[in-house]
């Protein structure tokens, strides 16, 4: 496979196998995967010097220059769309300036602007599908808020970004930089993605046909019939583990030999089976999905949906229930294949979660240990992870909800339900993290405790 790291001459390419997937989920909504609130937003705070806005300006287009992704948009009628890549073009930049508010900390303030920015819209084939937006509380302490189209980056390709963006905003400025890595361009993942498809997986999709015979998702039930036609939007609330509960879930994952990820998702499901009943359980989670290293340094949507099928019937304890959970993790990703495969072994496994009063809710901690970019020059840039308030606009889900659970620095769990507000009451969300919270505790500080199985 070969990598490029300088701009491409425009041309086009085939969809890669996750804007396949999510090209299924395009029904014409505004809030849908074709929508122009269908976006990531990531910021950092950025001190230790003052910010050249001109500088700033020219090293996002080296971003853009570096990476296809950002000026790349899906072009073509459904059913027979395509990757069409766009020359390098600049990126727009806002600049504000933010005065001190009586009674508001920077942080308060710092919230309040990404609460907004979250607000703003991107459109699907805006190019380059990249925004930027630089709040100067000071000459030595400001805010870099970076957003995209979900249909062109992934959470993780934020911190590609950054890092890009740091490297040439130093370079720019005089520093001596290394050079970065060399960066495999997104229309190369898809053409990875599709000659893995028809070799070496076979293997694979005997696991999922045999895995998923039978299954269905475990959907929950929904406030509000999809029949009703309420107006379409994604709000967020967001909740706090505590410290010491974060630390008994590390022993546990410790003890189980696995990461913080499994007994997370086994308190998860135990969540869903008090949602619903079931207990031949399917929920589904996202991964990197990026070939472990080799696309590291690409930025694109890359993340892949995969579903969990766990029996926790009969289970006495938690550890019986965490225990199944590790061995299915360890199968499915094991057996990791793009999503559209993975239906294609199982094509009613979803069919529960489009009902009129029920949906899917999917679970996500992929965390992101580069909270501090690591960047030459007299910049510091770290990641702004701690966010505390709820919000009534936010970046889109094509449908139903997502509950994602990472780690801050602080050593407490960040968690955030994102939830359809056509199908969801704040309540009904704020007492599924409430019981989420009951379910942590009681799990990772007894876990040879009855679960309570209905």
């Given at each position: 496979m070969s990598a490029t790291g300088a701009a491409a001459v425009a041309g086009e390419a085939p969809l890669s196998l996750n804007q396949e997937f999510v090209s299924q989920f395009d029904m014409g909504s505004p809030d849908g995967p074709f929508g122009s609130h269908y976006h990531v937003v990531a910021a950092w705070r950025v001190t230790g010097a003052p910010i050249d806005v001109d500088t700033l300006d020219d090293a996002l287009l080296d971003v853009v220059t570096r990476h296809e992704a950002l000026r790349t948009r899906i072009a073509g009628p459904a059913g027979s769309?395509?990757?069409?890549?766009?020359?390098?073009?600049?990126?727009?930049?806002?600049?504000?300036?933010?005065?001190?508010?009586?009674?508001?900390?920077?942080?308060?303030?710092?919230?309040?602007?990404?609460?907004?920015?979250?607000?703003?819209?991107?459109?699907a084939d805006e190019t380059p599908s990249l925004r930027a937006v630089l709040a100067r509380f000071d000459d030595q302490d400001a805010v870099l808020a970076l957003m995209t189209h979900h249909l062109g980056a992934d959470a993780l390709s934020m911190s590609v970004i950054i890092?890009?963006?740091?490297?040439?905003?130093?370079?720019?400025?005089?520093?001596?930089?290394?050079?970065?890595?060399?960066?495999?361009?997104?229309?190369?993942y898809a053409g990875w993605q599709r000659e893995g498809a028809g070799a070496g997986t076979d293997a694979a999709r005997e696991y999922w046909r045999r895995k998923l015979d039978g299954a269905q998702f475990t959907a929950i039930p929904t406030d509000f019939p999809r029949s009703a036609g309420l107006p379409e939007s994604t709000a967020k609330h967001r909740f706090?583990?505590?410290?010491?509960?974060?630390?008994?879930?590390?022993?546990?994952?410790?003890?189980?030999?696995?990461?913080?990820?499994?007994?997370?998702?086994?308190?998860?499901?135990?969540?869903?089976?008090?949602?619903?009943?079931?207990?031949?359980?399917?929920?589904?989670?996202?991964?990197?999905?990026?070939?472990?290293?080799?696309?590291?340094?690409?930025?694109?949507?890359?993340?892949?949906?995969?579903?969990?099928?766990?029996?926790?019937?009969?289970?006495?304890?938690?550890?019986?229930?965490?225990?199944?959970?590790?061995?299915?993790?360890?199968?499915?990703?094991?057996?990791?294949?793009?999503?559209?495969?993975?239906?294609?072994?199982?094509?009613?496994l979803m069919r529960p979660a489009m009902t009129d009063n029920t949906t899917a809710m999917v679970f996500q901690s992929i965390p992101d240990p580069k909270q501090v970019v690591e960047a030459p020059g007299d910049l510091k840039y770290v990641r702004i992870t701690r966010r505390l308030s709820s919000q009534p606009q936010a970046s889109a889900l094509p449908?139903?909800?997502?509950?994602?659970?990472?780690?801050?620095?602080?050593?407490?769990?960040?968690g955030v339900i994102a939830y359809k507000r056509n199908l969801f009451r704040e309540e009904t969300i704020a007492s599924m993290a409430a019981e989420l919270r009951r379910i942590t505790h009681d799990f990772a500080f007894n876990p040879d405790a009855s679960p309570g199985l209905a």
């Open positions: 769309r395509y990757q069409e890549i766009l020359p390098p073009s600049a990126v727009r930049l806002d600049v504000r300036d933010v005065p001190a508010a009586p009674g508001e900390t920077r942080d308060d303030q710092t919230e309040a602007l990404l609460q907004a920015i979250e607000a703003e819209t991107i459109g890092r890009d963006l740091a490297h040439y905003y130093a370079a720019r400025t005089g520093h001596d930089v290394p050079d970065l890595p060399p960066a495999p361009q997104y229309r190369e706090l583990i505590a410290r010491d509960v974060m630390a008994a879930v590390e022993r546990l994952a410790g003890t189980s030999q696995a990461a913080n990820f499994v007994p997370l998702a086994a308190m998860y499901q135990l969540l869903v089976h008090r949602l619903t009943g079931a207990t031949d359980i399917v929920i589904a989670t996202f991964t990197a999905g990026r070939g472990g290293e080799l696309f590291q340094d690409t930025v694109g949507a890359c993340i892949n949906f995969v579903p969990l099928r766990t029996d926790i019937a009969g289970c006495k304890t938690y550890a019986e229930i965490l225990e199944r959970t590790r061995q299915t993790c360890v199968e499915a990703f094991s057996h990791e294949l793009p999503a559209i495969q993975v239906f294609g072994q199982a094509p009613e449908d139903g909800a997502l509950l994602e659970l990472n780690e801050d620095p602080s050593g407490e769990a960040m």
